[in-house]
């Protein structure tokens, strides 16, 4: 079996020998690290919904933002002090101490220790993955990279898909899944191990001839990073309002249907009533529930069974359709990098690859302003996630591969970061005005996603110029390197001959 996947991954890939190995055991890195991380992602969604009420998210949003950054800061003040091979390695051990601690502490419960589990667990990914990344950005050619990242870049989808599944058969070990997050975390640090042993000396600003030299503004300077920067934040921006729109949607559908089905030949006409009784607190349900009964002139205890009923209902049918785009994102993804994205690559370049998201993305949002089925709802987040997660970071990191060391330490914690949050935290901070607005003027309900909608088409439209040029101008440099050097030799290298 082993044997028959080489074959096929050195056919598709057109990699021999070391190549193939270095192909195989960075993917192999890239699946242990997101299946540690999609063992704590549930976890840590449950133990906060078990302490806190869900409309706190958009504070924790704004803290995990400001974490970040400091998180960051922390990081670069150690890569510029700090060797590859200990920052990468430091970082990774640090994940793993702190889940042991989480370990120890988290099942004694707390909101403190829940609320510290949390906001960790929302940041320290968004450090571990750019890392990794980094360590194999500067290990590949530009040339190599077209080859190899798509191949790569599997591991994390197959990762994330293995993640879940192994979560969900381990919901039972509770805190205990950390244990085998931990051990997952540290084979792939074993498994990226070799790629830290050659040595890389920090980039000391020597120019490419054709090409202009580094700006003095450092990282903001370099068109490649400002088109990923961009990128990554417009991204942010366009998956949070796609989410918030699509789920809104799927709650009203999905909402219905259970009421269909369980209350309907009680109280034809209740259903924004009882939908109504989320926005009240747990322990006063059960009375206004009862004068819903008296007032309707129903029986109390049997509108109480069923509406156990269809809020049971609800739940099992939303967990249903998330399970299934899920798990319909990650075949597809495989589906992306596995056939698709290198032919792709070979045959329409960079350019075209890195403008496929964001001209999903203009096609999409126009679509969430129309009234959609299940099914559409369904598609349009199966494709969004699957582009995002496969073929986007598979070309961005491709992107990436065109800059020194010293840029890519400095820009790629901050980029895949805090940058990230950023984007989150300006559309919900969109979403809270336009809502204050639209309930101010007394407009109508429709408004909210109009207002919310417009400012991430002009945002997606500067994210699909922006990677377009660097596409462009990356195709180019590319084009000055020569191909005839060691296999061994990173892409900062390459880059000064």
Same mark, same amino acid.
């Given at each position: 079996?082993?044997?028959?996947?080489?074959?096929?991954?050195?056919?598709?890939?057109?990699?021999? %020998?070391?190549?193939?190995?270095?192909?195989?055991?960075?993917?192999?890195?890239?699946?242990?690290?997101?299946?540690?991380?999609?063992?704590?992602? /549930?976890?840590?969604?449950?133990?906060?919904?078990?302490?806190?009420?869900?409309?706190?998210?958009?504070?924790?949003?704004?803290?995990?933002? @400001?974490?970040?950054?400091?998180?960051?800061?922390?990081?670069?003040?150690?890569?510029?002090?700090?060797?590859?091979?200990? @920052?990468?390695?430091?970082?990774?051990?640090?994940? %793993?101490?702190?889940?042991?601690?989480?370990?120890?502490?988290?099942?004694?419960?707390?909101?403190?220790?829940?609320?510290?589990?949390?906001?960790?667990?929302?940041?320290?990914?968004?450090?571990?993955?750019?890392?990794?990344?980094?360590?194999?950005?500067?290990?590949?050619?530009?040339?190599?990279?077209?080859?190899?990242?798509?191949?790569?870049?599997?591991?994390?989808?197959?990762?994330?898909?293995?993640?879940?599944?192994?979560?969900?058969?381990?919901?039972?070990?509770?805190?205990?899944?950390?244990?085998?997050?931990?051990?997952?975390?540290?084979?792939?640090?074993?498994?990226?191990?070799?790629?830290?042993?050659? /040595?890389?000396?920090?980039?000391?600003?020597?120019?490419?001839? %054709?090409?202009?030299?580094?700006?003095?503004?450092?990282?903001?300077?370099?068109?490649?990073?400002?088109?990923?920067?961009?990128?990554?934040?417009?991204?942010?921006?366009?998956?949070?309002?796609?989410?918030?729109?699509?789920?809104?949607?799927?709650?009203?559908?999905?909402?219905?249907?259970?009421?269909?089905?369980?209350?309907?030949?009680?109280?034809?006409?209740?259903?924004?009533?009882?939908?109504?009784?989320?926005?009240?607190?747990?322990?006063?349900?059960?009375?206004?529930?009862?004068?819903?009964?008296?007032?309707?002139?129903?029986?109390?205890?049997?509108?109480?069974?069923?509406?156990?009923?269809?809020?049971?209902?609800?739940?099992?049918?939303?967990?249903?359709?998330?399970?299934?785009?899920?798990?319909?994102?990650?075949?597809? %993804? @495989?589906?992306?990098?596995?056939?698709?994205?290198?032919?792709?690559?070979?045959?329409?370049?960079?350019?075209?690859?890195?403008?496929?998201?964001?001209?999903?993305?203009?096609?999409?949002?126009?679509?969430?302003?129309?009234?959609?089925?299940?099914?559409?709802?369904?598609?349009?987040?199966?494709?969004?996630?699957?582009?995002?997660?496969?073929?986007?970071?598979?070309?961005?990191?491709?992107?990436?591969?065109?800059?020194?060391?010293?840029?890519?330490?400095?820009?790629?914690?901050?980029?895949?970061?805090?940058?990230?949050?950023?984007?989150?935290?300006?559309?919900?901070?969109?979403?809270?005005?336009?809502?204050?607005? @639209?309930?101010?003027?007394?407009?109508?309900?429709?408004?909210?996603?109009?207002?919310?909608?417009?400012?991430?088409?002009?945002?997606?439209?500067?994210?699909?110029?922006?990677?377009?040029?660097?596409?462009?101008?990356?195709?180019?440099?590319?084009?000055?390197?020569?191909?005839?050097?060691?296999?061994?030799?990173?892409?900062?290298?390459?880059?000064?001959?």
């Amino acid at each position: 079996m082993a044997g028959s996947i080489r074959d096929w991954l050195a056919r598709r890939s057109g990699a021999q %020998g070391d190549e193939l190995g270095r192909i195989l055991r960075c993917a192999a890195a890239l699946f242990f690290l997101f299946l540690s991380y999609y063992l704590v992602k /549930p976890l840590r969604n449950s133990q906060f919904l078990n302490e806190f009420d869900p409309l706190f998210m958009p504070w924790i949003y704004l803290l995990v933002s @400001v974490t970040s950054m400091l998180v960051t800061r922390i990081f670069q003040w150690c890569s510029l002090r700090f060797t590859r091979k200990q @920052v990468v390695a430091g970082t990774f051990l640090w994940a %793993g101490l702190c889940k042991l601690f989480f370990l120890l502490t988290l099942s004694q419960g707390g909101q403190r220790i829940t609320a510290l589990f949390y906001l960790w667990a929302s940041v320290y990914f968004l450090l571990l993955v750019p890392t990794l990344w980094g360590c194999l950005n500067e290990r590949f050619r530009p040339d190599q990279c077209q080859r190899c990242f798509p191949f790569i870049a599997l591991g994390s989808t197959v990762g994330g898909i293995a993640g879940s599944s192994v979560a969900q058969a381990l919901s039972s070990w509770g805190t205990q899944t950390l244990l085998w997050s931990i051990g997952s975390l540290m084979l792939s640090l074993a498994l990226l191990w070799p790629e830290l042993n050659y /040595p890389v000396q920090m980039s000391e600003g020597k120019s490419v001839p %054709g090409l202009p030299p580094q700006s003095r503004f450092g990282w903001l300077g370099d068109q490649f990073l400002k088109a990923i920067a961009v990128m990554v934040l417009t991204l942010a921006i366009y998956s949070t309002a796609a989410d918030f729109i699509t789920q809104r949607r799927l709650d009203a559908i999905l909402g219905q249907e259970a009421y269909r089905q369980e209350l309907s030949s009680i109280w034809p006409d209740g259903y924004s009533q009882l939908n109504d009784l989320r926005k009240l607190a747990s322990d006063k349900r059960a009375p206004a529930l009862e004068q819903l009964a008296a007032k309707n002139r129903l029986s109390p205890s049997q509108l109480k069974e069923a509406y156990e009923r269809f809020r049971e209902y609800r739940e099992r049918r939303s967990r249903e359709v998330f399970a299934n785009i899920f798990y319909y994102q990650g075949i597809l %993804g @495989v589906l992306l990098l596995g056939v698709i994205c290198r032919p792709f690559l070979r045959l329409f370049g960079l350019k075209a690859a890195l403008v496929i998201l964001p001209s999903f993305a203009l096609c999409v949002l126009p679509l969430l302003l129309t009234p959609l089925d299940l099914v559409s709802i369904q598609l349009i987040l199966v494709f969004s996630g699957s582009l995002n997660y496969s073929f986007n970071n598979a070309t961005k990191e491709i992107l990436y591969s065109a800059t020194d060391r010293a840029s890519l330490l400095q820009a790629k914690p901050v980029i895949e970061g805090p940058l990230m949050r950023l984007g989150d935290v300006i559309f919900s901070t969109e979403s809270i005005l336009v809502a204050a607005a @639209v309930a101010y003027f007394a407009w109508s309900p429709e408004w909210i996603e109009r207002l919310m909608v417009a400012p991430c088409f002009i945002a997606v439209w500067a994210w699909w110029v922006l990677v377009g040029r660097a596409g462009k101008a990356y195709q180019a440099k590319a084009s000055l390197l020569t191909h005839e050097i060691p296999a061994n030799e990173g892409a900062e290298e390459a880059l000064r001959r």
